[in-house]
C-alpha cells in the first residue's frame, strides 16, 4: 500500500544509448599432424573467416617446441568468440583424456595433452579426435552428408583412411584406426606399420607413382595426368588404382553397409572416370537386396579445409 504523503510516481528510464552489435559466435577447428600445425575460425556454417599455421621439425621436435607452433597457430583465435575447439589430429588418440597416444616419426606427440595445451590457450572446450574419422563431421554438418545418419568419408592420395557415421554416431571404438591398416591381400607388399599386405600399401600416391613410373609413364606423374592421357598402359594404371582404393571400401560396405562414400583428397583429380570406376565396383559386390545401392561422391570442399571441418563438425556434435 502507497501512503497517501508519498505517491508512488513512475519515473522513465533514460533513452537507451546505441548497443553495439554483438559479435556472432564462431567454431575453431585444428589440425595436428606431423610437422604442421592449421588453425582456422569457422563460422557456423562452415566458411572459413580467418587461419593461421605453423610448422615444427617432425624428427626433432620436443614437447615445447609443439607447445609454441600450436600457440602460435592458435593466434587465429584471437578476437573471435569461440563455441569451441575441434581438432583433428594425426596417429592413435583418446578422445576420452584429449591424448595424443603415439604418432609414427614424432616421438614428441606421444602421450601429447593437446586438449589441455589448447584449453588453456583458449579458454573454451577443447576436444580431439582422429583426423580420418573427424572427416565424416565435416561431410555430415558441411557436406555431401547432411541429412543422413549413416555413410563414409574416405581420405585419398598420401594419406589413406575412412570415418564412419553409423545411425548418426561416428564409429570411434577406443583404439581404432582409420582403416589404412587393414589386409587386403595376406601376401602382400610390407607396410610401415611392420604388417603386410595392407590397403595403404596398394591405395595411395605411393603405390601410383611406382606403379605408373613401373609402366614407362613417368616419374612422380600425378593421378590427373594419368587420368587426360589416352592410351592403354595409362587407362590400365587408373583402373587398377580405383580398384585398388575400392577393395578396402568393399569392406566397409560388407560391414556397415554406410550407402554413400564421400571421397576427399586425391580422387578429386580422377574426375567423374575415377568416380565411376570405384561406384560400379562397390556395386557389383553388393551382397543384400535389401541393402542401399552404394554411391560415390566426390567433395567439392578444398583439400586444406577437409580436417579443419571436421574439428568445428566435432564442436557442433556436442552442442
Known sequence: MVHER???????????GPVAPR???MLGGVELVPGRVRAAVLSMSGAVVRRAEASYDATTARPADIDAALALAAGAFDGHDLVGVGVAAAGLVDPGTGLINEVNDVPALHGYPVTARLGALTGVPVRVEHRARLQVLGDRWFGAGR???????????????????????????????SGA??????????????GRGCWKTVATTRWLRARACAAGLG??????????R????ARRTVAEYAENVALG?????????????VLHGEAREGGERFRTLIE??????????????PQVSVSGAAVDDVALLGGAGLVLSHL
Open 6 to 16: 508519498f505517491p508512488l510516481r513512475l519515473v522513465p528510464e533514460p533513452a537507451p
Open 23 to 25: 559479435s556472432p559466435r
Open 147 to 177: 541429412g543422413r545418419r549413416t555413410f563414409a568419408s574416405v581420405s585419398t592420395g598420401e594419406v589413406l583412411g575412412v570415418g564412419i557415421l553409423y545411425d548418426g554416431e561416428v564409429l570411434a571404438p577406443a583404439g581404432g584406426r
Open 181 to 194: 591398416h587393414m589386409t587386403v591381400a595376406a601376401s602382400g607388399d610390407a607396410c610401415t606399420c611392420g
Open 219 to 228: 616419374d612422380g606423374v600425378s593421378l590427373a595426368a594419368l587420368v587426360e
Open 230 to 233: 589416352d592410351d592403354e598402359a
Open 249 to 261: 571400401l568393399v569392406n566397409i560396405q560388407q560391414l556397415f553397409a554406410p550407402g554413400l562414400f
Open 280 to 293: 560400379e565396383r562397390l556395386r557389383s559386390d553388393v551382397a543384400s537386396a535389401g541393402a542401399e545401392l
